[in-house]
């Protein structure tokens, strides 16, 4: 396949991007359209349009039987589900947190006063090392929030153990990790509780969305009435509360996701595959690795870059693709600790994260999802090939057009 066979052809240097449309990270997955237009049409005739109405009841259910636990809160977004269960579960002073993951983990916390405490990750996980927590642990701690990043989960039973050893809340952000297990069990049934993020550029989508989910009654009727102003009942307010509530418009496209989520991950799945086979040929750049004893919804497409494997760093590869339209993104650079207000507050924790560090810089995420097939892999990867080879000579010509 040849895409381009000059140096001069380049994007970056002038020539014309190899993509007329360009190529997102977050394309969203749209499941049958009538079908969801048809939800649309209930809903102005029953004229029902929020506060716990018929459709947001129905996507509960279903989330609580898909993934087997008894509760299910389903909200505005992500970020106010992890808020409202930092609350209800009475998280205070200082809190556990990887720094590799996106802001919303941290800014929950430190939304509602607390400090997070930013702990190292496992080099080949990605997610939050169990071995480092331990050491951060004061008496001011209080919690662990550690999230399943790329939908690959944290190390579950360690975790839970130093929680209970410790007195510590321990609630997971699985914002990426719906529909993927761990042992055998849905993402959805561990520590205290868990939240889920169904927003736009999630392979399951709700337009804005994300639930708490959690197997403790007392913690679910209190979540409930957190997310609805502490309202228990008319005119009787008995929490600090927000609004948090899904609207029926969300829940209609979450009952619509359900319907094509196999076909979703299918999609997913065999896209991955497609890129691993040839990103695997060229050296330098590695996928990670989804555990195929468990279900995963290989969501995320992540390579590394070994910049001197390449020839070149991950920041001018990352430019080079966007100016062709293929928009791969550098998530989750440059790490929580060094975007404010953490940056000024916490300088002194950047030593301890090294391994952060390391991969916040050379981690690079591919387009993916439903609008992406085998013909436009070929086309990335035929082209990051070609990027390789040429290494050398096109570090020298970046670097004279950024002078
Ligand atoms: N915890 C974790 C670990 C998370 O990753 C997230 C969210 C949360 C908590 C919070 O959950 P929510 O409150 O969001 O429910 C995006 C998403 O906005 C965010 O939901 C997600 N994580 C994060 C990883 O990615 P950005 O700043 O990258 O969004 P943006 O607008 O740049 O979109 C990403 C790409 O998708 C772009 O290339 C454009 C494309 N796109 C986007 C939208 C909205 C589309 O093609 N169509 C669309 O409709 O954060």
Not at 78 to 95: D, N, Q, R, S, Y
Not at 149 to 171: F, T, Y
Not at 300 to 311: A, D, P, S
Request: net charge neutral.
């Amino acid at each position: 396949m040849r895409i381009k066979d000059r140096i001069e052809d380049l994007s970056v240097f002038g020539g014309q991007p190899i993509f007329k449309g360009t190529l997102h990270v977050g394309f969203p997955n749209v499941g049958n359209k009538n079908h969801f237009l048809n939800r649309v049409n209930e809903i102005f005739n029953r004229n029902w349009l929020t506060n716990n109405g018929f459709f947001v009841q129905a996507f509960e259910k279903k989330i609580e039987d898909f993934v087997g636990v008894k509760h299910c809160i389903v909200m505005t977004n992500g970020t106010i589900a992890l808020e409202i269960a930092i609350k209800a579960l009475g998280m205070t002073g200082e809190v556990i947190a990887p720094s590799f993951t996106f802001i919303a983990t941290a800014h929950a916390l430190k939304w509602q006063g607390i400090n997070p405490v930013f702990c190292d990750i496992d080099e080949k996980t990605h997610n939050i090392n169990p071995d480092k927590i331990e050491g951060l642990i004061n008496d001011k701690t209080t919690g662990i929030v550690a999230t399943h990043l790329w939908g690959r989960p944290c190390e579950i039973d360690l975790l839970s153990d130093i929680a209970k050893k410790n007195n510590l809340k321990l609630l997971f952000d699985a914002a990426h990790a719906f529909g993927c297990s761990y042992k055998g069990k849905m993402i959805g049934r561990f520590g205290n509780a868990e939240v889920f993020s169904f927003h736009a550029t999630k392979f399951f989508n709700t337009f804005e969305g994300g639930a708490i989910v959690t197997n403790d009654d007392e913690l679910a009727k209190k979540i409930r009435l957190m997310k609805n102003f502490g309202f228990s009942g008319m005119d009787n307010v008995i929490y600090i509360g927000t609004n948090g509530k899904m609207s029926e418009i969300s829940a209609a496209m979450g009952l619509t996701s359900f319907e094509s989520m196999d076909d979703f991950i299918a999609i997913n799945k065999s896209n991955y595959y497609e890129y691993k086979q040839l990103i695997n040929e060229i050296d330098g750049i590695s996928i990670i690795d989804y555990n195929e004893k468990e279900k995963n919804n290989y969501q995320y497409i992540v390579t590394e870059i070994n910049e001197k494997k390449f020839g070149l760093s991950r920041n001018v590869l990352v430019d080079i693709l966007q100016k062709e339209n293929i928009r791969a993104r550098r998530y989750f650079y440059p790490g929580c600790h060094k975007m404010e207000p953490y940056k000024t507050e916490y300088n002194c924790f950047e030593h301890n994260l090294a391994i952060t560090e390391k991969i916040s810089n050379n981690v690079l995420i591919l387009p993916t999802g439903k609008l992406i097939n085998n013909n436009i892999i070929n086309k990335i990867c035929y082209f990051i090939k070609f990027i390789h080879q040429h290494s050398s000579e096109i570090s020298k010509s970046y670097l004279e057009i950024k002078e």
